[in-house]
Each structure stands twice: as C-alpha cells, then as structure tokens.
C-alpha cells in the first residue's frame, strides 16, 4: 500500500486527517484523536521505547473507540459497592484486588507498558499482568484511587480492561497445563540421568566392565526409568487403552506397546542378567513426545482462552427500581422475575420481560442479524441481552437469567455442535495404517526368529518396536499444526477447534453471511435526491439537523454532515424518524415549517401519497407539512476487501455463495457488486442449514463465514465456520475460528497458510515412513543396536520439528 | 572405579530435590507466563525514567 499508515494502529492514514505525535525524535502520522491522544500519554509517561520493542500494533479501532465519554461514564458504576462485593477481593489493612480481563494486548511490550504505567499510578500497591492469559491482578489503596480510576489509566494507554470472574473451562485448562509441565519435568530429568547411565553402559560394553557395575547401573536406571514410564508415561497408556476399547487404532497403541515392551523386557533383562537393557530409550521416548505433545497443547489452550475471553460476556448491570422507583445497581444474574428495572436509552436490557412503561426501539442483532431496530411499545416483550436504542423503559423481568432466551439458545447451539459432520483427519488415517502394518510386521518377525534362533525373538522384535519408534510419525502433524495455529494466530485468526486447521484446507465452497460478514453494519448516505427546487446541500443539512438526536443506525449515517442550526425542537417518534421545526423568514413575515425525517408513511405530509425513486435500495423521506421535500438512499457499507477476498477465492476454485436473511434486494446488489451468482435471500435459519445440508451431500465441504446469534446453527452445522469481528458471543462460540481484524483479506492468507501447513505434515509423514522403510528391515535382520536405534529415532524427531517450524517464518 | 556406589546414590538424592524443586515451582504458578518472561528482559534495562518517577517521593520502591 502507498499510504501511509498509523504509527500507533497501523491503520491507513487518509490525507484529510492531520494527526500527529513526535515519538522517537520524529513527528509520526496519526490516524484518528484516539491514537493521538494514547500514544501522547505514552509519551508523557516517559515508554516511548514500547515502539520500539513491540512485535505488533495494537488492533486498530479499539483505542480510539474506548476513549468515547460514554465509555468512561460507565465505568462510574464500577465504583458502586453493591456490585463490587462479587468481583473485587478485601485484602488486609483496607487494600482491595480485582482480577482484570484486558483488550488489546498483542506482545510483551503492551505488558510492559501497563504495568509500569498502572505501577505509577498514586494508590496502586501490585499490579500484575499476564501475557498469556490478558488477565491482570491489580491490588489498590481505595482511598487514593477509585476502580474506575485505574480502568481509566489502562484506557489511556489504549487498552480495554473490565472486571472478570474465571469461567470453569480455565481451570481445568490450568490443571491439564500444570499436569503436563510436571510429566514432562519428571521425564526429562529422568532422562538425562538414564542417559549417562547408558553412555556408560555402552561405554563397558566397548572397553569391558565390571559385572558388578554394570548390574549397579542397570539397577539404578530401572529405579529412575519407573517413574518416568508410570508417571510421565501414563497419557499414552490410558490413550492405547481407550483407543483399543473404541475400535479405532491412534498413535497411542504402537506407542505404548513400544514403551511397555521396552520397559518391562529390560526390567526383565535386569532381572535375569538379559543382554540388554532399553531404559534410556524408554525415558527419551516418553519425554519427547511429551515435549511435542506440550507444545500442541500449549497452542491449542491459547486459542481456547482467548475464544473464552472473547465470548466472556461483560458483567451486565441493572437499574432495580425499588418501591419508590428509586433504582440500585444490581448484577443482572441477581434479578428475579417480578423485579423492575429501568433501562436506558443506549444500554443492554438485562433479562427477558415485558415492557411497563415507555415507548422505544429495541436492536436485536445479537438475535436476528438485523441492524435495523425494532420498535417497542408498553406491553411488548423484550429479550435479554439485546439493546435499548432510544428512550428509558421500565421493564417486568419475567423469568430466572437461567431460563431465558439466550441460555435457551445456547443450549441449542451445543445440541447443533453434536451433530456436526466428523472431519476426516489425515493423520489418524495414516498413523492407523501404520500401527498396523508395524504390528503385523513385529509378529511376522518374531515368528520367524522363533524358528530359527528362538532365544534372540525377544530381543530382536524389541528392537523392530524401538526402531520403528513412532516417534517421529507420530510428532509430524501436531508439530506442524502447532506451528500453523501460532502463526494464524500473528495473522489475527484463531483457530478454536482441533480440527480448523484440516477442515479448512478440505473447503470446496464458502458461504458468506450478508450482513455484517461482507458488509460493516454501517450505512451510509448514498444518494440525495431532491423533490424540490430546493439545494442539495440545503436539504442534507436539514437532515442531519433532525438526526443528530437520534442513535438509530440510519441516523447515523446523517451525523457526518454539516447541520443545520436552526431546526429546533427536535422529538424522535420511536422506529418512525424525527420532526423538528424551522422558522424561516419569507417576504410575509415568519413561517414555522414543520420537518419530518423517517419511514415514507410517517413523513408524509397529510394526504400526499409517497412516490418514492425507482431505484432499489432503503430510502428515508424528509417533509415538510405541505409537501415532500427530498429523498436519501441509505447502504450497508461493503467491508474493506470483500471484493479482492472473492475474486481470490474464485481463482483459487472455490465457490461463492452468500446466504441472507435479508428481503430488500441488497443482497443481489451486494453479490453484484462481488461478483457471486449464487444468492439466496430472505432466508430463515432453517433454510440456510438445509441449503448447506443440500450442498454437502452434493460431495462439498462448507466454510460458513457469519456473525449473528441467527447464524450459530448454520455456522455449527458448516464443516467448518468462522465468525468475523465483532460476530455476536454465541456466533463466537459456535464457530471453529474467529477472525479478529475488520477485514476479511487475511481469510485468503489464510486458506494459502493451511495449504503450506499440509505440504509440511506431508513431508514430514513422508520422511517418517521412509526412515520407518529403512529402519525397520535393518532391524528385523538384527543388525541395529539399541543405541543407534534410540539415535535415528532422535534424529528423524528433530528433523521433523524443524521442517514445522518453517511454518513460522 | 567402586567410587560410583557412593556416587550415584547421592546425585539420585539430588535429582530428588530438582524434581521436588520443579514440582514446588510449577505449583506455585511460575510458569503461568512463559510468553512474557522470554521478553521481560528486553525491556528493563532502558527505562527511562518518566517525569512522573522522577518528582516521586522514593516512598514507593520499585
């Protein structure tokens, strides 16, 4: 890209906007007063080497969107007490501590620059955060500083922070880590201990040993070799046990043959003065492969906790009235049905129930996928977790936070997961044929030195399972998968699943949600048209007169333009539009016009019937009392690179496909526009599954791109599915991968990546069978002794290591 | 070279104590962040103190 782009977000920077901050010694470009003024604090506080030292910008909307007032008049309510008992922890001599979940966090310098900002702050005694986890603990004097104070210092230096409480899915994940670390501690100090042993065993059996020693250290490796194999081994042995029970042949089974055979024979052996003992074998094995098994994990936790913080619903707030209508601040898992809450204009209704008072719009898109509000009167019933556009209302809470809609929903979605179409992994496929032929090969062998040297059989079969050593088959994908999630993870996708990763590359068709996938849920003005003699510009500011009070989405799309002071009295009609009235000077003195903005039926002056433009599209009318003055033609705006996302994947062969719920013909528009003929519009949810069911017993596998809460059983009946940003929490959920920045280009590296990463498992699997194919006839004729056998399976693993972690690059 | 009897026993005595040691590390939470502490030492060392620091009281030490 020519332009130039941000120096704190790395968004573009277009030539109208004039922001700049001197960092470093020189004036560096701004995109929007939201990075200026973070990168101005960063400044002021001394950090401008975190420039230097960061590996990544920070999301590029999130700064200048958190320092909006209506953020930071929120984060007042943190400082009630009553909602701070369930989160913040009393400390002794009056401190406090709260655990904070942070957004934006991309590399150790972000790290760095919280806490010795937050460290600088007047009254906060610890504060601690944590790269991998974004979670910071945060111990604080209250009398010198308040919550919302310290929410606010994050918010300057760019970053996101609201109080969390763990969910029960990171506990377990923290156990299965520790676990993990301590098995692999115990294997590696072990195995370096066996290890010298061995060298001296191999050593004595060059140059000669005293029997006496070598029984000696024979006996000592057996004792540090029994843990490594009991402990540290067990995943594998519980793995071949449960893959033996299901029918079904995984690494696990050659491996934990290998192991046993190889620990008890040589405990045998030390028993019995055998010739040879394998324990060093046994404890490079098991720390190996938990190394690399560690490391897949490690990976795939990371994925999961950020998909939980993502889908980590904010602590939602109520305004409980009391007898006396006087409203207390309670959290919203806290209410009852019968309570009574008010909710603002602008706020999140906190349960299901019906309304009492007040008239008001109501957003629904974390149900529907609709942007467009709902209009909602005395009486309606409304849906918890969705958004009060325009006026307070108070509300009857009618049923307990955990029978309400969007639980309901929730356990639908699990339901849907279940049946999910199994993905084909190809290494399982591969590793079941091997552990096969591996197995038939071994008895093969032992029957045939059974006949002709029956004393070695034991020992030679020993060697074909050690040599053949899995180890490096087995390594060979979860290394390069790993691999390939970290780096997706660099280009700001997560993949969520363990099997993203393999169902994306086998994708045929991609469908992609209309609104808010292809498009941004942003309209915006695209045509004026006048009714009158009256100037263009003249009726434009008119309109965003009249809007400029109204939040609806439509209403938005005005609040760029240049008002018009003089329209006063401003009334918005809930779902309707907006009157206002002008006085204008005429030659006979002062006319008060009375101006209406909104739906064609509630504009129109009395008695004139609406001829609204032949083009298709949403139109809003503006009026007068006496005649229609202009029309506006308001779209969704098209997100950045959808076009370039679709011709690259039509290129590449796939097919495009855009399934919407939507019924004003944008749909067609916006396929036009990409150049996609497959469309189908005004589609239910029932109807997008069925359609993708359709597809995918034509033989295709369906990536499903979407973002609402209407979309999560179709993205949970997809093959795979990813949402994109800023998709509903149960889209999020119910996804396979989540696609963190606003544009859609990064899909197509993407698809480009996981294509890289199966080239990679297939040289890998390639090089494991070829030296498998050589090894093992080699072994079978009983010409490999166990130390070199220990050493190609070494040497094959780290090869194989290597070659995955080209992916990084 | 009957030495090793002696020997060895006692190096199993320590490795008993580094995986005591690793166990009582691991437990106690430090490996929470191995992200962070690769790169912490990057970042140390050129602090420059900011205006804020400097005015400060030496009441908090950091």
Known sequence: MSEQSCYHCGLPVTADDHYSVTILGQPRAMCCPGCQSVAQTIVAIGMESYYEHRQQCPPGSSPAADLVPDFLDGLNNWDDPGLQESFVHQLPEGAREITLLISGITCAACVWLLEKHLNDQAGIHRCHVNMSSNLAVVSWNPEAISLSGIIKAIAHVGYKAEPYTPVQQEQSIKRENKQALTRIGVAGLGAMQVMTYAVSLYMGAFEGIDPAHETFLRWVSALVTTPVFFYSGMPFLKGAVRSLRNRHLSMDVPVA?????????????????????????????????????????????RSQNTSIRLSHSQMQTARKLDDQNHPTLVPADKLVPGDRVLVKAGEVIPGDGKILQGDSSVNESMLTGEQLPISKHQGDLVTGGTLNVEQPITLEISTLPKESTLSTLKRLLQRAEADKPATFVLADRIASHFVAAVLVTSVCVYSYWWFHSPQDAFWIVLSVLVVTCPCALSLATPTAITAATARLSQMGFLATRSHTIEGLRQVTDVVFDKTGTLTLGEFQLQETVAATTEDLYALLALAAALESVSEHPIARAFHPYTKNPDVKNLRIIANQGVEGTLEQATPTGKVERLLRIGKPEFAAPAGVSPQQPDKPGQWVMLADQNQVLGWFRIEDQLRADADNLVSHLQQSGKRCHILSGDSSGHAEVVAKKLGIESVISNATPEHKLSFIRSLQESGAKVLMLGDGLNDAPVLAGADVSIAVAGASD?????????????????????????EKTYRIIRQNLSWAILYNLIALPLAAAGFIPPWASALGMSASSLLVVLNALRLNK | MDIIFLLIPL????????????????????????????????????????????????????
């Open chain 1, 257 to 301: 043959i290998a192991l046993t055979f190889a620990y008890f024979s040589s405990v045998w052996a030390t028993l019995t003065n055998g010739p040879e003992v394998y324990f060093d074998s046994v404890c490079m094995f098991v720390f190996f492969l938990l190394v690399g098994r560690y490391l897949e994990m490690r990976a795939r936790h």
């Open chain 1, 730 to 754: 149960l889209a999020q959920v119910a996804a396979d991968g989540i696609l963190l920045s606003q544009s859609l280009q990064p899909l197509h590296n993407i698809l480009n990546l996981v």
């Open chain 2, 11 to 62: 190096a199993l005595v320590l490795l008993v104590v580094a995986v005591a040691a690793f166990f009582w590390a691991v437990r106690s939470d430090q490996f929470e962040d191995l992200d962070r502490e690769a790169s912490r030492i990057l970042f140390d060392e050129d602090t420059q103190p900011s205006a804020k620091e400097k005015s400060k009281s030496p009441e908090q030490p950091q």
